[in-house]
């Protein structure tokens, strides 16, 4: 105690300081109110049970009920998990391109902190890790919390939000500890093809850089594109990919996320399969009563469920993407899977409005519709649209939109056939 001087000086920390969510600093920051003659439709919230009209299952449901009333399931679970939960886990994703065992999963509070987690055991402050642009802006909140650097690679709209792998690979230096792929992909809606995954995984090859898959939209692709776990493709590079129920199962305030260690060269070796049980050991795990019923959950859910999800999303993104893509001045791109589509604006029609954070406060002004500015998904003049909202709902923002674009659309100058539309 010697030489200190007793004075109340309580200040936040650097990590508390380093956090920052760029979608809250964006949408808390419009002042704007929606026009209080027209019923707010937000096309802005990636739940898709906000509007009741994605119900999870019933079998989910009887899931939870069942694991309560077992009475199994009250107490402190492993912070890893229970052994039998991350069985049931590695034996639904088990596959002999890709094969799992218990020891090879974590479970986590939710799909978000398995990136977390993930984040922490590979990278050290001052390394820098490589996220999409456009991407999910909870990568950079996590990283620059803990000091680690961001590198954004390209996504290109014109290729279906392939990634510019030249690059990708140009921002590759001795600090990258890893890289971040999220296929499907939040906000684009994209989903890789075989091809060009493997493209993916000749470049994290070639630099010796691990991957982190965030893969909580895996499986919820249309009919006509496929999901290709990235593990499967790959017996080289190590991989940990992160999912959970949130986003295929309809229950993401349940907080169950998974992650699946894939190192079959034994690259990570122990080191990081310990520093992960480590890590886990901060929060002891996600809800055990969710663990509890995951048996059920990922065995007893009908096929018929999936389908029946899969189908409304296609018929949504079909319809929006019609919709959309008739209205001059904007420039949706087709997606192909998760539950968003991201729409182009040809700010030169627009001059009024300096970018898409001011196209998108006037929509709600006049419209009140709200989607969320890609700005906040680092990549200006674009808005994300999400489609999980009643079809009935989706059709009247669609209707709006028009309405809202026919009154501020002007002809580019030198380009009269436009004005000829």
Same mark, same amino acid.
């Given at each position: 105690?010697?030489?200190? =001087? ?18 809250? !600093? ?8 929606? @026009?209080? @003659? ?14 009741? @009209? #994605?119900?999870?299952?019933? &079998? ?18 492993? %912070?890893?998990?229970? #052994? ?58 996590? !990283?620059?919390?803990?000091?680690? &650097? ?20 140009? #921002?590759?230096?001795?600090?990258? !500890? ?34 982190? !898959? ?8 249309? %009919?006509?594109? =496929? ?7 790959? %017996? ?47 929060? /002891? ?9 995951? =048996? ?39 997606? %192909?899977?998760?539950?968003? /589509? ?11 409005? &300096? ?62 056939? &436009?004005?000829?539309?």
């Amino acid at each position: 105690m010697k030489g200190r =001087k007793a004075r109340w000086s309580v200040r936040p920390s650097d990590m508390s300081n380093k956090t920052f969510n760029p979608i809250r !600093a964006i949408v808390d920051s419009m002042k704007v109110k929606p @026009n209080p @003659n027209k019923t707010m439709i937000a096309l802005s919230i990636g739940d898709p049970t906000v509007f009741g @009209n #994605l119900p999870t299952d019933p &079998e989910v449901t009887q899931a939870i009920k069942d694991a309560l009333d077992s009475g199994k399931y009250n107490g402190y679970a492993p %912070s890893t998990g229970y #052994l039998s939960s991350r069985e049931e886990v590695a034996s639904y994703y088990h596959c002999p391109e890709a094969p799992l065992e218990a020891k090879d999963v974590i479970l986590t509070s939710g799909c978000s902190q398995a990136i977390e987690l993930c984040l922490a055991v590979l990278a050290n402050p001052g390394q820098n890790i490589l996220v999409p642009r456009p991407g999910f802006s909870l990568y950079r909140t996590l !990283a620059e919390s803990m000091g680690i &650097e961001v590198k954004p690679y390209n996504l290109l709209p014109e290729k279906f939000w392939e990634i510019d792998l030249k690059q990708l690979e140009s #921002l590759i230096d001795e600090k990258t !500890a890893c890289l971040v792929v999220n296929n499907p992909s939040n906000p684009c809606g994209s989903v890789f093809s075989r091809s060009h995954l493997q493209k993916i995984l000749a470049v994290a090859a070639r630099q010796c850089v691990p991957i982190l !898959a965030d893969e909580i939209y895996g499986d919820m692709v249309f %009919s006509d594109s =496929k999901f290709e776990p990235l593990a499967t493709l790959s %017996s080289n590079v190590p991989i940990l990919s992160c999912g959970g129920l949130a986003k295929r199962w309809l229950v993401p305030g349940w907080r169950m996320g998974w992650i699946l260690i894939h190192d079959r060269r034994d690259i990570f070796g122990n080191e990081i399969r310990d520093g992960l049980v480590k890590l886990s050991q901060r929060i /002891l795990g996600p809800c055990t009563l969710v663990q509890g019923a995951l =048996k059920s959950i990922l065995h007893r859910t009908p096929q018929e469920f999936y389908h029946n999800t899969l189908s409304f999303l296609k018929s949504n993104a079909d319809l929006c993407y019609g919709a959309l893509a008739a209205i001059p001045g904007l420039r949706p791109i087709r997606p %192909s899977g998760a539950m968003y /589509l991201m729409v182009g604006i040809e700010m030169e029609h627009f001059p009024e409005f &300096e970018n898409d954070v001011e196209f998108t406060e006037q929509l709600v002004a006049e419209q009140s519709v709200h989607c969320l500015p890609a700005t906040c998904f680092e990549y200006p003049n674009f808005f994300r649209v999400v489609i999980t909202i009643p079809e009935v709902m989706l059709l009247e923002a669609c209707s709006r939109i028009q309405e809202f674009c026919d009154q501020h659309y002007h002809c580019a100058e030198g380009s009269p056939e &436009e004005c000829d539309k």
